[in-house]
Each structure stands twice: as C-alpha cells, then as structure tokens.
C-alpha cells in the first residue's frame, strides 16, 4: 500500500484570493461537490468522487498513477487497474469541463507522466480556503482577537458536515478527513479562547456546551467552558463542570485530570478575579492573556 503524505495536506496557498465568478470550486468539508461557474455538478459515480477527492487533497500537485489505484481499489483485486482509472478520470473530466470541450482543449484534469493533476488553484478548495482562515485566525489571538472572531467563525462556516463524507474509505482520503478534524476542533478552542479574550463569555459557554457533549472527555474544552461559566458567575456550574469530567476520566480511561485542569479548579475554588489564559498550541514561556473573571457578584459589590 502507498505511502500517505499527509504532510502535504498541511501546505495550503499563502495568498487565499476572492474566487472568481465563473471558476471550478470543490468542497469537500462535508460531502464531496464541484461547482462550475458557480452551479453544481452532480457525480453520481462513487469512484469518480473518490478520485476528485483525492486529486483535491493535492490539488494543483501530480498525483500518481499507483497512489490512485492504491486510493480507489486498495485489496480489491482487478484486471486492468490503468484501462478502469483512465475511465473514471474520463468521466470526471465531463463533469469538470462540460461535454462540450473540444478534442485536445485546455482541461481541468491534466494527464502527466504517471498520473493526474487537478489543475486549479488551491483556494479553490473549500479545505484549503479553511486551513488559511484558521491559520490567519489564530495568529491574530495576541494582537487582535476580535479579528480572530471573525476568521476563525469564518472558517467554521466553511463545514457542511464531516469532512470528505462521501469519499469513500481510501486511506488518503481517510487520513485527510482526520486531519481535517483535528484542525476543526483546533480552530473551536481557538474561537472559544477569542470570544472569553473580548468578553462574550455567554456565547462560548454555549458553543462549549455543545462541544464538551460531543467530546466528553476534551479537558480543554472542559477547562474553557469552567472559565466562561464562572466569567457568567455560575461558580457551582464551573465547579461541576470539572467534577464531571474528572469522574469521567477516572471510570473511562483510570486518570486523573491533567494538571492545568486541576490548577483552574483551584483557582475558580479561590474566586480569583484574574485567570491568565494561554493558546492550546502557545510555545513554552510565551505570553498569556489575562482573562478578566470577576463573578457577577462581586462585580456590583
């Protein structure tokens, strides 16, 4: 079996430019589409939309010959693995360039030596366009993290639903979906983090909510969540938000919670009016962001 680069997914396009009107756009945050000047194509075929997919993980780079076969038949045995990939390429390019393009025109689908090219820009996929938002949003926490509200809701909206739903299980594409969703669930730490920056604790403890449901065992969405509650004044509700987890990881996985957790136990416990918060992914020694956290008590005391 292939080799899988997921390293390569990591490398979107610095210059993420409006996409023209009349243009090939590919999302694949959710289920696979392709629009062509700006309506939808429909791909009936499961193998052909696994072969946008994968073309799109690299989109704008050669992908192979073997590495696709690998993708779409892996332990599948087959005749003529190149006669069937070259029919289902066939197929997509009539759903990319319409059935109207002329014998040798230009085509979105280039054939190179020993294997494919998707030939458009990388923003023009919706998971690139993501990887720069989030990237863009999570440098501007420090120094601006109202404008990190924005790129980072931005690039949340780009998601219609697990990323590369319908792609089939190919280990590309099964590793890329699971790249996708860790840097999802990044970005909500990041948005969570921004919104308690500025104030609108009510907001994050909502989208907290939702998250510590789906991830029941995420400490730091627990501890982001303990600190919007007690930026609302619900003490008690922070409080529990900590115990619960803590027995959750004691009767699932047999530990105890991480010490930063424990540490912002003893601080909500203390009712400290200051709690200083650093970025998931901050260096060592790097600076924090002193979160006001004053109970709405004491606020009016």
Partial sequence: MAAVDTA??????????????????????????????????PIRAHKVRALLATLALDAGRSVSNVELADELW???????????????AARLRKVL????????????LRTVQGGYVLDVPGDRVDANRFLELAGQGAAALRVDPRRAVRLLESALRLWRG???LDAGDGLRCRAGAALYEERRLAVCENLAFARLVVGDAGQAAAELRRLET?????????????????????????LHTYHRIRERLDRELGLEPSAPLRARHTEILAQRQVLTLMPTHARAGGPVLAVPAVPAWSRSA
């Fill in 8 to 41: 390569s997914f990591r490398r979107p396009p610095s210059n993420i430019a409006e996409l023209p009107r009349r243009a090939v756009r590919i999302e694949i945050l959710g289920t696979v589409s392709v629009y062509v000047d700006e309506r939808e194509r």
């Fill in 74 to 88: 892996s332990g599948q045995p087959l005749g003529n693995v190149q006669n069937a990939l070259q029919a289902h």
């Fill in 97 to 108: 360039d319409g059935p109207k393009r002329r014998p040798g025109g230009e085509t979105v």
């Fill in 162 to 164: 697990p990323a590369l």
């Fill in 214 to 238: 789906e991830h029941p065992l995420h400490e730091r969405f627990c501890e982001l969540l303990m600190i919007a509650l007690y930026q609302l004044g619900r003490q008690g509700e922070a």
